[in-house]
């Protein structure tokens, strides 16, 4: 489900509500709060969809980067042998059984609509897939920079902790 359609129940289940409530409010001064209250539930309500959405969409992001650095064979190479499976299917649909008078089937759209997903998700996946080495090496200098930091913040405990030790010292 795309953020548009839920964003427009959303507002119109909100709509409904307010049209439902506003029967029953008798000053123009209720129907504004009323109105003001409403919007603001439907802001709220829309932001929580599209946190939604976007959680999805990392998810799915996370999922391919996963695939895309696995070790196992099938792991880094299911996507390309569903597609090969769907261009032969493809080739010998449109091309094959009717040249060389084959039997064919009727394929469901509900095929089709599948096709369309999966090279959706194949193209994305192998965006991921080549984009990677370079994202990780734009990352590469921030983790080193981490680990800097932290060896400094370990030196600075230390000579902290040396100077309360020998002003301990000097106090006896």
């Known amino acids: 489900m795309t953020m548009q359609p839920i964003g427009e129940l959303i507002a119109s289940g909100i709509k409904g509500l307010g049209d439902t409530v506003k029967q029953f409010v008798t000053t123009d001064k209720d129907r504004l709060e009323l109105d003001l209250?409403?919007?603001k539930l439907a802001v709220s309500l829309q932001m929580k969809a599209l946190e939604y959405e976007q959680d999805i969409v990392k998810?799915?992001?996370?999922?391919?980067v996963a695939e895309a650095g696995g070790q196992s064979?099938?792991?880094r190479n299911w996507r390309p042998l569903i597609m090969l499976s769907f261009g032969f299917i493809?080739?010998?649909?449109?091309?094959?059984?009717?040249?060389?008078?084959?039997?064919?089937?009727?394929?469901?759209?509900?095929?089709?609509?599948?096709l369309e997903i999966?090279?959706?998700?194949?193209?994305?996946?192998?965006?991921?897939?080549?984009?990677?080495?370079?994202?990780?090496?734009?990352?590469?200098p921030s983790?080193?920079?981490?680990i800097?930091?932290?060896?400094r913040r370990m030196e600075q405990r230390e000579r902290i902790a040396e100077n309360r030790d020998r002003r301990e010292k000097e106090k006896k």
Request: net charge negative.
């Open 37 to 39: 209250e409403l919007k």
């Open 143 to 146: 983790v080193e920079d981490r």
């Open 90 to 114: 493809i080739i010998y649909q449109k091309f094959l059984a009717p040249v060389f008078h084959l039997e064919s089937v009727e394929l469901e759209d509900k095929f089709w609509n599948l």
């Open 73 to 75: 064979w099938i792991q």
């Open 148 to 151: 800097d930091r932290r060896e």
């Open 59 to 64: 998810a799915k992001s996370d999922i391919i």
């Open 118 to 140: 999966g090279m959706g998700g194949y193209v994305f996946g192998r965006t991921v897939e080549k984009i990677m080495p370079e994202v990780k090496d734009i990352f590469k």
